[in-house]
């Protein structure tokens, strides 16, 4: 094995396995004398407290996609990748603030649910049969194929065992227990990925800096490469068409951000299980905190990575193990799973136990929504309307399977892709502005139209390859300029609201559509403890900002 695990490594990781199955499988309990329903299977009986919420939001976000995928962006472009994680922050409390109440006060279980409310059944289906296909072929996929490179890297496993033991682990409780045995185990979840990614990003530093500490391997990796520290990348950065610079914070990178944290049936699922508003919003102000320390974990040793294996000095005082599976500029997403072979005993499989804590509970959270969404969007609908408690739930658990079996089919098709972070958000990019459009006027815009709506989605996908594929052929004529592809999402967006506006006016004539949601300025009224909250997470923001703009 790559890893060189010990036998207090297999114990820890043993015993983290073992706690998470135990406690999925403990709060998946049928309490006596009653049966499951839908509330509870897809919304944990709408109990969670807002310290689990906040702790499952951060646990369904943070995958291989981050750990694997993020560092990888660190190793080849440098801390300008913690844009998603910082303006993340505020796009979570602007969710907290403007969409939450909404969501919750018309009893959701789930974001197409809004769109029949809002528009039409048909457009509800529409989305819903995109959103599955969206979760089992791209997210699924995709956090498996990660998962499992990070197996095969640290451990040797072959990639299909990889794939079918993550799944497998996830399946165990999340297809039993539903939402709450996925928010519960979330708790414990976290508490691994923070310490483990802490002890991870210290071992780096300290090997960087001699054994000097964690503070002078910050400052050795700053002088040994600058240029991994500008937030803001100019023109002339090669990784400038991924994060376009001062277009990060005005541009698409919003488009992004809000579709992902305001529109996503995984990720907003968990807001919906709160035991009400306040409660979910004090969880949306935890997740925001938590996204500020997110870089330190996933960003920082991705760059020590680099640094290290530019440093011949260091790289001769790791031995033959450093030369083992090294990162290069090809194959950044190995830089993580490098890192790990490092750790001293002990830490090695807490570490570890970090990573897959990850990956299995994003794969937990996607498995719920995506069977929430078929059941109650498709099966429900279409398949059997007056199905009882037990049928829905067994729907759910059935849907969830397969979507599962059909991802690790899928996973090992995606091997040679490199920066899997970079290409997940460039190609969900490619739908997301239509949606968000069709979603911000619906809330926002009284007079927006089921057909408008319609339009914008469909015609979203065309304007979003125009902007994709045109450029490349008539960039050298002058005719059109490069875009990068952050740019094309905030341009997508922005034309797919012009034609949802002009079809609204001219179908409505300027009257208000008759599903317009009445929107109040009580309806938007938050606690204290939430507008102190917020206003601290900007003032962070600004300094961080003002740190390492170039």
Known sequence: MHANFELLDYVIFIGYAVLILGVGLWVSRDKKGHEKNAEDYFLAGKSLPWWAIGASLIAANISAEQFIGMSGSGFALGLAIASYEWMAAITLIIVGKYFLPIFIEKGL??????????????????????????????????????????????MGIPMIYGVIGLALFAAAYSLYGGLSAVAWTDVIQVVFLVLGGLFTTYLALDTVSGGAGQIEGLKIIYEAAPDRFAMILDKSNPEYNNLPGIGVLVGGLWVANIYYWGFNQYIIQRTLAAKSLKESQKGILLAAFLKLIIPLIVVIPGIAAYVMV?????????????????????????????????LPTGLKGVAFAALTAAIVSSLASMLNSTSTIFTMDIYKQYINKNASNKATVNTGRISAAVALIIACIMAPLLGGIDQAFQFIQEYTGIVSPGILAV????????????????????????????????????????????????????????????????????????????????????????????????????????????????
Request: aromatic share 14%; hydrophobic share 50%; net charge positive.
């Open 310 to 342: 530019n440093d011949p000095e260091i790289l001769a005082r790791l031995g033959e193990a450093g030369l083992k599976n090294l990162p290069s500029p090809e194959q950044a997403d190995r830089a993580y799973p490098w890192l790990l072979q490092f």
């Open 109 to 154: 279980y789930t974001i197409p649910e809004f769109v029949e409310q809002r528009y039409s059944t048909n457009l509800k289906t529409i989305l819903a049969i995109f959103w599955i296909a969206l979760y089992v072929f791209v997210n699924l996929a995709s956090v498996l194929y990660l998962g499992s490179l990070a197996l095969e890297t640290i």
């Open 439 to 550: 979603f911000l006027l619906g809330l926002f815009w009284k007079k927006t139209t089921n057909k408008a709506a319609i339009i914008g989605a469909l015609v979203s996908i065309p304007i979003a390859m125009f902007f994709k594929v045109a450029p490349k052929g008539w960039s050298t004529s002058g005719l059109f300029p490069d875009l990068p592809w952050m740019d094309q999402m905030g341009y997508t967006a922005i034309l797919t609201g012009l034609v949802i506006v002009a079809v609204s006016l001219w179908q409505n004539k300027g009257k208000d559509d008759d599903k317009a949601i009445p929107i109040s300025k009580a309806l938007f009224k938050t606690s204290p403890v939430f507008n102190i909250g917020a206003f601290a997470v900007m003032i962070i923001l600004v300094v961080l900002y003002s740190l390492f703009w170039n």
